[in-house]
């Protein structure tokens, strides 16, 4: 005799997955037997042609899990209402081959669709593991674009599963491994033949990664790879991946505070960014313009307004008029920002610059009152000035300032201690930085 709790435990199980499904979407879970198993069924129908045809965009479509899209929604929703989907690959003879992969999509799908993003991780890092044993056998590269979205869906899943174990107080731990994933990937792509050209796509996802878990030492490795091995020629790389590459080895300049290296990457990416792609644009001139700031080269009202990014306006203008309390007030007003992108300290930095166009004012005023005596500068009238702009300094204090400014180079000239006079060059008294930096 069957008991009444046998009956009724598969009805509570289905309950369960229904009351997590968005009350839009309910239609979908009411399927048919018949109906979730055709869609199934329709579904290895497609990856064994995608696999049999080398038919690589197609298959990258059937590994999207994160796209939402309406195809992968309804075969998720089969699958928590067909649970035998395992006999189903293993019937078929062109998918019992990836059965491996197969089964654990499928578990990926189920756990994404109810809002598990730990066990979707857990199981597509299992599928994706199965996928690139097969993948190291296929001879030709057709598959790179299925192995793009694996490597795109390992991090994106790993960055969502994080979200829940913080949710629940536990450890993050997935995007960690992720970051070990996509390094066996690198290393299944970093040898010879037509599949190197999707390493530098795995090393972009990597980088993710890396800035996300604040690990960006471990890119040196990868970076390494990349420009020192013969078997690469960066300019095979696709443009999309070359713009990639460039903005975070640009941004990994700038934490290292080489600015020449950081303008020549950064810039070969905005000159390659896709000019309708205004938020990438966006992202790399965040970066772009302290960079130029620091080297001495200003960015247009035009610019910063077209790509939102006014945050920089007071720091172009403190620059312009020699204004130490207005660049200090900007980098206040946005601290929180500025050192969440990494820029505060490369912009803090700008004081000197700002000190040189003060002086340079005081310079220009008094050659137009007396230009005989215009290169006989006295400290106490830039301490007046400083006091004018509410910052309170000692003869003593701005003595050592301009000793700085001329041993940076951003002033030419020399002290006359006993009458406390800077005596400026008659010759370019305020050398341009000409692309260079002011060193710290």
Not at 185 to 190: E, I, P
Not at 256 to 268: I, T
């Amino acid at each position: 005799m069957v008991e009444q709790n046998d009956v009724i435990e598969p009805f509570r199980k289905q309950s369960k997955i229904l009351r997590v499904l968005d009350r839009a979407d309910r239609k979908m879970a009411y399927l048919s037997m018949g109906e979730a198993h055709r869609r199934i069924t329709d579904y290895l129908n497609r990856f064994s042609d995608a696999v049999s045809t080398q038919d690589g965009a197609s298959l990258k479509h059937l590994l999207s899990l994160s796209s939402d899209s309406p195809a992968l929604l309804s075969l998720a929703d089969a699958l928590n209402i067909f649970q035998d989907f395992n006999r189903l690959i293993k019937q078929s003879d062109n998918d019992s081959q990836f059965g491996e992969i197969l089964v654990h999509l499928f578990r990926a799908f189920q756990s994404y669709r109810i809002g598990n993003f730990i066990d979707s991780y857990q199981a597509y890092e299992k599928s994706a593991n199965a996928f690139i044993q097969e993948f190291r056998n296929w001879d030709t590269a057709w598959a790179l674009p299925a192995l793009y979205v694996i490597a795109y869906e390992i991090r994106v899943l790993a960055e969502r599963a994080d979200k829940e174990l913080a949710s629940n107080g536990k450890s993050p731990e997935k995007l960690k491994g992720a970051g070990s994933f996509l390094m066996k990937v690198f290393g299944v792509l970093a040898g010879k033949g037509p599949k190197r050209v999707g390493a530098l796509y795995v090393t972009c996802q990597l980088f993710k990664v890396y800035f996300k878990l604040g690990t960006v030492h471990l890119c040196r490795s990868v970076i390494r790879s990349i420009e020192t091995a013969r078997i690469f020629d960066f300019e095979e790389f696709p443009k999309r991946d070359k713009v990639t590459y460039m903005y975070y080895t640009g941004r990994l300049e700038v934490f290292n505070e080489n600015f020449p290296a950081a303008d020549q990457k950064l810039s070969y990416a905005l000159e390659h960014c896709n000019p309708q792609r205004e938020a990438n644009i966006r992202m790399i001139l965040k970066y772009l313009i302290p960079v130029k700031l620091s080297l001495g080269i200003l960015p247009s009202d035009w610019l910063l307004e077209k790509y939102n990014l006014v945050e920089y306006r007071n720091v172009v203008q403190a620059l312009k008029r020699g204004d130490l309390r207005l660049l200090r007030r900007a980098l206040e007003e946005h601290e929180d920002r500025f050192l969440r992108s990494g820029v505060y300290l490369v912009l803090e930095k700008l004081e000197l610059q700002v000190y040189q166009r003060l002086i340079k004012k005081i310079y220009f005023i008094q050659k137009q009152r007396d230009p005989v005596k215009a290169h006989q500068l006295k400290l106490e009238v830039i301490v007046k000035a400083l006091k004018w702009l509410e910052i309170a300094m000692d003869v003593d204090e701005v003595e050592c300032i301009v000793a700085i400014l001329i041993y940076k180079n951003l002033v030419k000239g020399y002290f006359a201690h006993k009458s406390k006079v800077v005596v400026l060059s008659k010759q370019d008294p305020f050398p341009k930085l000409n692309g260079k930096p002011v060193n710290s």
